[in-house]
């Protein structure tokens, strides 16, 4: 039985279909979920689905961690963020099912656990170096190095202290949420991914191995590794 797996609809043109062919390569059915106005439509789905994934996109509103717009906030969507963001607390809070979050996916996933962002790495000087790299880098090809925390979940899927990552974010994680760990970091201290405490697969990725895995098939393991745990959800 293919576990299927819950894809929040982004708001990015293109880029849909990276995270469908990814669920789709590593043996799951993906099934896009749509943006709507009562969250009380999408718990129905919420309970047939084995797996979600949280997409990325836009900058998420500074209010949603009480801070006044920092110079570099670039385009927001409140809308988007209230339905993410309710939807996330709703899934970690009343269900058990594994949660992935990639790059605005992880952001929101932090946020929603109480914690804060970074509006911009370089204006709020986080870091020197460049991780907005949308224009420099093809989208399929690893920019820099992060570290891997051992005894984490990435660790597990990637037996490595060090591993190659893309990089298209300006924004980035400054308070880490509640029950929330970092578990990668890039070499000039940025968070490049967090795992909720505890046993439970909820784990958020900063940069997008949906991206990568037509060149570099090592990176499917993140994918193959969270359908694993959902199969573990229907087994039980």
């Known amino acids: 039985m293919k576990p299927i797996i819950g894809i929040l609809a982004t708001n990015c043109e293109g880029t849909q279909g990276n995270y469908i062919q990814a669920v789709e390569k590593a043996g799951g059915c993906p099934v896009v979920l749509s943006r709507v106005e009562n969250l009380s439509t999408i718990k129905s789905i919420i309970q047939i689905i084995d797996g979600i994934i949280f997409t990325g996109g836009t900058d998420i509103n500074p209010l949603n961690y009480e801070e006044m717009p920092y110079k570099g906030l670039e385009s927001v969507d ?4 209230k339905f993410e963001l309710d ?18 996916g992880m952001q929101i996933l932090n946020v929603a656990a109480g914690g804060s962002l970074y509006q911009d790495l370089l204006s ?9 790299l949308t224009n420099t880098f093809p989208k399929d090809e690893p920019s820099h190095m992060a570290n891997i925390t051992r005894f984490s979940k990435l660790y597990d899927i990637f037996p490595v202290d060090k591993i190659a990552v893309n990089s298209f974010h300006h924004q980035g994680i400054k308070v880490i949420g509640e029950d929330f760990k970092a578990t990668m970091i890039s070499e000039d201290n940025i968070i490049e991914a967090i795992e909720m405490i505890g046993e439970r697969f909820v784990v958020g990725v900063q940069w997008h191995p949906e991206m990568l895995l037509e060149r570099y098939p090592r990176y499917l393991k993140l994918f193959t590794s969270f359908l694993e745990y959902c199969l573990e959800k229907i087994k039980v």
Not at 87 to 104: H, S, Y
Not at 124 to 132: D, E, G, L, V, Y
């Open 78 to 81: 409140p809308i988007r963020d």
């Open 87 to 104: 939807l996330a607390k709703w899934v970690i809070l009343n269900t058990d099912i594994p949660i992935l979050g990639i790059c605005r």
């Open 124 to 132: 709020q000087k986080a870091t020197r170096f460049n991780h907005s």
